[in-house]
């Protein structure tokens, strides 16, 4: 059984930081691509990172360019996502989810629809 866990998000003020994970078991890690996603209520999905199954290759929405950095430990079955000088905007539920190929599709840019193991989400909440 696939179990995809996102953790270390919570409440954090205006100008920091966090590092999210992205822990997965039941599957083999490194076949797929991962992706980053976030959503707030009312609003669609907005895919915010790719990396390729070896961590070669990375990509980024405009929106968070510069700010965010998505890594991978296949070691550790492990993906991460570190956001710095967070701004009151980034309060969403962030998930993970697994593309369907080793290499990124464009569907994390819109949304990850064709994205399987998707996790539960872990909420960031940032304070002005």
């Known amino acids: 059984q696939v179990q995809v866990v996102e953790s270390g998000g919570g409440l954090v003020q205006a100008g920091g930081s966090l590092r999210l994970s992205c822990t997965a078991s039941?599957?083999?890690?490194?076949?797929?691509?991962w992706a980053w996603f976030r959503q707030v209520p009312q609003k669609p999905r907005e895919g915010l990172s790719c990396i390729n199954w070896s961590g070669g290759l990375t990509y980024y929405a405009d929106s968070v360019k510069g700010r965010f950095t998505i890594s991978r430990d296949n070691a550790k079955n492990t993906l991460y996502l570190e956001i710095h000088s967070l701004k009151p905007e980034d309060t969403a539920m962030y998930y993970c989810a697994a593309d369907k190929f080793r290499h990124c599709s464009d569907s994390w840019r819109t949304g990850g629809r064709s994205f399987g193991y998707w996790g539960q989400g872990t909420q960031v909440t940032v304070s002005s």
């Open positions: 039941g599957l083999t890690f490194d076949d797929y691509a």
